[in-house]
């Protein structure tokens, strides 16, 4: 299995551009989420899904779109990246089923994006 | 709302030496806990989780972690760290039910540099 799959795992803008970055799982797990990992900060929760067609807002929500139409795919939208946007997303995802499942998140190995 | 303190932010030990990495949290009922490790350049690893039962959890790698509830604290232990120990720490906590169930929220992380 491949886990969880991130792509691309580095990218380059300029303020104003839009992108998508994917996230892909394979272990039919129905919980996905996205964080972004900023210095000192740790990781905040920007967007998460508790299955297809449903998503929800996390901590930093602002500047990114999210869309869940199949159980292995969470795409994250930027429509107009920022400076602020500078940072390393990480894809995760979740079985979230029964006491030893819930809430164990296996991470993807990370997006570095850039914004100039 | 949840949170994790961690309080260091860069502990540095020689190798062979025991380490403690603290960890403390705020959450109204029982929570799961979480310690991940991120090596450079790397995404998350978990290292062990605590949901019930025992308060002395094992993890991989000869890591352990202790919850007490009377202090809020889960903190993560080694009796003797090797050099490939060296990297990032995150302790995480997440609700015990529920639709918040899937959201876990990460402290700051701790840098665990490791001296020869």
């Known amino acids: 299995n491949a886990g969880v799959t991130q792509t691309p795992k580095f990218q380059v803008l300029k303020t104003g551009q839009s992108m998508t970055l994917q996230c892909a799982q394979d272990m039919n797990h129905e919980y996905m989420s996205w964080y972004r990992q900023d210095p000192g900060m740790g990781l905040r929760l920007i967007h998460y899904s508790v299955g297809a067609g449903i998503t929800d807002q996390g901590e930093v929500p602002n500047g990114y779109n999210v869309s869940r139409s199949t159980t292995e795919d969470f795409p994250l939208r930027l429509l107009s990246a920022a400076p602020s946007q500078t940072s390393v997303y990480f894809c995760a995802s979740s079985s979230g089923q029964g006491s030893s499942g819930a809430n164990v998140l296996t991470f993807g190995a990370g997006s570095r994006l850039t914004v100039l | 709302a949840q949170s994790v303190t961690q309080p260091d932010i860069h502990i540095t030990v020689s190798e062979g030496a025991s380490l403690e990495l603290r960890c403390n949290y705020s959450?109204?009922?029982?929570?799961?806990l979480f310690w991940y490790v991120q090596s450079p350049g790397q995404g998350l690893q978990l290292l062990l989780k605590?949901?019930?039962?025992?308060?002395l959890v094992q993890g991989i790698k000869g890591f352990e972690a202790e919850f007490k509830r009377s202090q809020s604290s889960f903190n993560l232990r080694k009796p003797s760290v090797h050099w490939s120990d060296a990297a990032e720490y995150f302790c995480a906590v997440g609700a015990g039910s529920g639709g918040s169930n899937y959201k876990l929220t990460f402290g700051k992380g701790t840098l665990l540099t490791v001296n020869p």
């Open positions: 605590y949901f019930s039962g025992d308060t």
């Open positions: 959450y109204g009922a029982t929570p799961y």
